[in-house]
């Protein structure tokens, strides 16, 4: 079984980002594609919406320094088929020590390896911080596709162009061949605005092959329920925003073949 690495990455905060990595991962556990989340962040949102505290110690952060092994570090979550390789505060100062390595970008790609050859898992999600940092360029380096979360308003079109052009750099570079955009992902759609329905048009019209066609409303339930440690589907499994990262899933499994 082959594995596929996703990225979600933006340089831009408040996108949903974490949101749409624990959402869209369980999705995919539903349908019994047997998926791992990494905490890249070290605020480890995407650990505390999975229900697990920090834990120094554990974290992709002894895997990249050369002192553990990543599986070790793996976690299984409350849902089937879904894992979680958690984020700690000490993850905060690996860029530090990456920067003074002479492969700097790629030590994630090593460090992951294993467990990509391991078949283990069929989708890796990288969820990174809220910065285009050594963290954020690794995971970019150790990915298949990059997923990008843009806000449904006209200040996160800024940033979309100036990723796009990081995914050109890296392969022109050599660091990353296979890298590719794998599509983007509307957040944050309030139906009652004509911004949000402008900005979805003004995306379409240049990327529309890119675009997933589900798009992720804005949901006080989507925000309440990484506060509880659950996913949407644990929280809320009836609410607007479950339905939408369901949908989401069915499009990602359909796009990259992952059953």
Request: with cysteine.
């Amino acid at each position: 079984m082959a594995t596929t690495v996703f990225t979600i990455a933006n340089q831009k905060g408040g996108v949903g980002k974490t949101t749409t990595a624990v959402n869209l991962a369980s999705a995919l556990a539903q349908k019994k594609v047997p998926t791992l989340v990494v905490d890249l962040d070290p605020q480890a949102n995407a650990t505390s919406a999975l229900g697990f505290e920090k834990e120094e110690g554990r974290s992709v952060y002894g895997p990249l320094t050369g002192h553990d092994s990543a599986a070790d570090m793996i976690r299984e979550t409350a849902q089937q088929h879904l894992y979680l390789l958690p984020s700690e505060v000490d993850l905060a100062a690996v860029e530090v020590e990456l920067s003074q390595k002479q492969d700097y970008l790629i030590q994630l790609r090593r460090t992951l390896e294993p467990l990509v050859e391991s078949g283990t898992y069929r989708a890796i999600i990288l969820d990174c911080p809220p910065a285009l940092g050594l963290l954020s360029m690794n995971s970019l380096a150790a990915a298949d596709y990059l997923l990008i979360t843009l806000q449904c308003e006209y200040l996160a079109m800024e940033g979309l162009g100036q990723i796009l052009k990081v995914i050109e750099q890296l392969k022109d570079a050599g660091v990353n061949h296979r890298l590719e955009l794998g599509g983007i992902i509307m957040t944050m759609y309030d139906v009652r605005t004509n911004l949000s329905r402008q900005v979805v048009q003004e995306v379409r019209q240049h990327l529309e092959e890119k675009m997933f066609q589900t798009v992720i409303p804005r949901s006080i339930r989507l925000s309440e329920s990484p506060s509880f440690g659950k996913t949407i589907f644990e929280y809320d499994p009836t609410s607007a925003g479950a339905a939408a990262y369901k949908d989401l899933g069915k499009e990602v499994i359909a796009r990259f073949g992952l059953k």
